[in-house]
């Protein structure tokens, strides 16, 4: 398989697509990685770029917090609920 690299403008339209705010086991919300990215924007492309072309990710951003949102119904059966991930922004290397 082969992944192409990256561009800023693509990791800046995904980033600013994305709608919610919630923080990673990093404390780290949305609203600061928008903030930020006129200044991180070369590190961060380059860092998802170098990723796809090692084919290696760190196990640190494999790992998400993951939250049972109940839907409707029965509280008792499992199927009655939705699981929420929320991945850190910012994983320690």
Do not use: W
């Not at 919610?20 to 006129?38: E, H, M, Q, R």
């Not at 492309?45 to 084919?55: A, E, F, P």
């Amino acid at each position: 398989m082969h992944l192409r690299p990256v561009t800023q403008e693509e990791v800046c339209n995904i980033i600013f697509e994305m709608k919610s705010i919630s923080a990673g086991s990093d404390s780290f919300n949305l609203l600061v990685l928008k903030t930020a990215y006129p200044v991180t924007s070369d590190a961060f492309t380059s860092l998802i770029n170098d990723c796809l072309k090692q084919g290696r990710f760190p196990d640190c951003i494999k790992i998400a917090g993951i939250t049972p949102v109940f839907k409707g119904g029965n509280k008792n059966d499992i199927g009655n609920y939705q699981s929420i991930s929320v991945y850190p922004l910012y994983p320690e290397f």
